[in-house]
């Protein structure tokens, strides 16, 4: 999208249901393929993706365009709350069941299902998942952002809030951590 | 393992290229049904609340609920409702499944109109409905539609195709494209309107029509023995194109 009709969205987003529905089209796919990665679970990843989608209709109207793009803001949130279940070890997504009971376009739990069945067909990723989910969380996020997400080192140190130097580190510092636990 | 292979295990791993369409389009609805039809028009009204103190707050929030469930809130819930009782309506998921959204929303009557049209993501898709002289057809699943949903009985009562007939060029319309087009009378073979696929849901005495964003006209004429045609825009009053469509016989 680009960095102008993005800006014009987001400003019209505050109000304009039509301009929220852009941006939300444009970026669901990517966050979802990006929390997916981190979680390695469908069912986790689509309640992340909710709360993400959550709060960033939330504070919408506090985003300014100082420093920090708007896709590096929306990954940053799903980054937080990614981290919040890695803490809690579950992730059940609270603010969202206040909200009036949910209504879908298909069959949920079958889409669901499918989407698990999908996902341990990727048998390389799965493994990869499993050695990079023992890395401490700043560390999984810098790989993931880095390697699957093809984010550049800008960009990963908007979402972490850290500077470049400190995350080119941080990955020197993981790879070499996942090094050897490949063996 | 070396570095060098670790990071291009890292960088050519397969990864899950998984799409959840159906929780996608059910979280936009709700957070759209969240954000801009229920939490705004009550919840923003606390703050005044706090200002003028809590008893007559209290008394001027219980009128600006009165006022805006009469009046404001009341009709927005009833498109919720209605998003909601379409999208459990198994022709209306078939829809949304082809890769259409719901566009636009109205009530009148007891009824809610929702149009429901193909997502036009990008520069290159076509966003016109195909000419009705064209050799192929417009897909079926292509085209967009209009639903109406009973909020009495809780269901979908009609869902009818929009095709381009729908948006015939009336007079004046035909003249200003003849008038653009510069092409004497004589030579024109047909003229056709080439609605916009972008379209819109419009009130009007008690009805709901459905209207094109944008209108275009298709001139089919005579250039001696070939067959010409000129696709005219009528808002920005310019010829867009003009194609050879073969001699005549």
């Known amino acids: 999208m680009e960095l102008e009709r993005e800006r014009e969205l987001i400003e019209r987003a505050k109000r304009s249901p039509d301009a929220f529905s852009e941006i939300y089209e444009f970026y669901y796919p990517k966050i979802f393929g990006y929390i997916l990665k981190r979680v390695a679970n469908v069912d986790v990843a689509k309640d992340i993706t909710s709360e993400t989608f959550l709060k960033c209709l939330k504070n919408i109207e506090k985003f300014k365009w100082k420093g920090i793009s708007f896709s590096s803001w929306l990954f940053k949130i799903?980054?937080?709350?990614?981290?919040?279940?890695?803490?809690?070890?579950?992730?059940?997504?609270?603010?969202?069941?206040?909200?009036?009971?949910?209504?879908?376009?298909?069959?949920?739990s079958q889409e669901i299902i499918e989407a698990e069945e999908k996902l341990k067909m990727e048998k390389d990723f799965l493994i990869l998942h499993e050695k990079i989910k023992k890395l401490p969380n700043i560390y999984q996020d810098v790989v993931v952002l880095k390697f699957f997400e093809k984010k550049k080192i800008r960009e990963i140190a908007e979402i972490v809030g850290k500077k470049e130097g400190t995350i080119k580190s941080l990955l020197h510092r993981a790879t070499e951590k996942l090094r050897q636990m490949m063996g | 393992m070396k570095k060098e292979d670790l990071i291009e295990k890292l960088e050519k791993t397969k990864l899950p290229e998984i799409e959840l369409k159906g929780h996608r389009e059910w979280l936009k609805i709700k957070l759209i049904d969240w954000k801009y039809y229920r939490k705004e028009a009550v919840f923003e009204f606390l703050p005044i609340l706090k200002r003028v103190g809590f008893f007559s707050g209290s008394l001027v929030l219980i009128l600006l609920i009165f006022f805006f469930s009469t009046n404001f809130l009341y009709p927005k819930d009833k498109i919720a409702t209605a998003q909601k009782i379409a999208l459990n309506d198994p022709q209306v998921k078939l829809l949304i499944e082809e890769g259409k959204e719901i566009k636009d929303v109205?009530?009148?009557?007891?009824?809610?109109?929702?149009?429901?049209?193909?997502?036009?993501?990008?520069?290159?898709?076509?966003?016109?409905?195909?000419?009705?002289?064209?050799?192929?057809?417009?897909?079926?699943?292509?085209?967009?539609?209009?639903?109406?949903?009973?909020?009495?009985?809780?269901?979908?009562?009609?869902?009818?195709?929009?095709?381009?007939?729908?948006?015939?060029?009336?007079?004046?319309?035909?003249?200003?494209?003849?008038?653009?087009?510069?092409?004497?009378?004589?030579?024109?073979?047909?003229?056709?309107s080439l609605p916009s696929l972008e379209l819109m849901l419009k009130k009007e005495k008690n009805q709901i029509k459905v209207e094109p964003k944008e209108k275009k006209a298709l001139i089919i004429y005579r250039e001696g023995n070939e067959k010409w045609l000129k696709k005219i825009n009528l808002q920005t009053q310019e010829i867009e194109e003009t194609e050879f469509l073969g001699i005549e016989e």
């Open chain 2, 106 to 192: 109205e009530v009148i009557n007891g009824k809610a109109y929702l149009l429901i049209s193909p997502k036009i993501e990008t520069e290159k898709q076509t966003k016109e409905f195909l000419p009705m002289t064209a050799e192929v057809q417009e897909p079926k699943e292509n085209l967009p539609t209009l639903t109406e949903v009973n909020l009495k009985e809780k269901r979908v009562s009609k869902i009818e195709e929009i095709k381009p007939e729908n948006f015939p060029l009336n007079e004046n319309e035909e003249e200003k494209a003849k008038e653009i087009a510069k092409i004497e009378r004589e030579r024109i073979i047909k003229i056709e």
């Open chain 1, 78 to 108: 799903a980054s937080n709350e990614i981290a919040n279940f890695f803490r809690k070890g579950k992730y059940r997504s609270v603010s969202l069941e206040k909200i009036p009971e949910p209504v879908s376009s298909s069959n949920p």
